[in-house]
């Protein structure tokens, strides 16, 4: 957790992600000391060095008095193509081993018309539900895999047989 940003301006602040190769995931929250002001929120933007050093920024999402946090798949952004941003005149040093999170604090209205990277974004289905979607495929395959043709079949009276297209189309 990293509570001590750097502030680059008077409502701009970035945050430091070293190792950030190896990051698939991050969770933006606020503390609840401080809440924005009213009307305004944060743009969340991730920034990582391409091979050339360069900074290439994309926006991630928001933050909110009403909505304090925030999860991020950062993962698949890291050969993305950058975005508009508000870092850029500011020439933030940028090392090739550190990328970067940055909080732009904005009015709520600007907000709403930003549109985030589309593979930032992490799932919305609720965690029942995907467990159910992910339990449920892995017992697809595993029953796949006792599967036999019908001429491997060797007739046995007291066993019962279950087409796998039945358990597909359920």
Known sequence: ??????????DKFVFDLPDYENINHVVVFMLGTIPFPEGMGGSVYFCYPD????AVWQLLGFVTN???SAIFKISG??????????????????????????ISVELLENLAQQ?????????????????TQKMLDNFYNFASSFAVTQAQMTPNPSEA??????VLKW
């Open 161 to 166: 047989f279950i087409p796998a297209n039945v």
């Open 77 to 102: 952004l890291k050969s993305g193509k950058g975005s508009q941003h508000p870092f850029g005149a500011m020439n933030l040093p940028q090392t090739p081993t550190v990328a970067q999170i940055g």
């Open 115 to 131: 549109t985030p990277v589309a593979s930032a974004a992490v799932s919305s289905v609720d965690s029942f539900t995907e467990f």
């Open 66 to 68: 009403e909505k304090p």
């Open 1 to 10: 957790v990293q509570a001590a940003p750097q502030q680059v301006a008077e």
């Open 51 to 54: 091979q050339n050093g360069m």
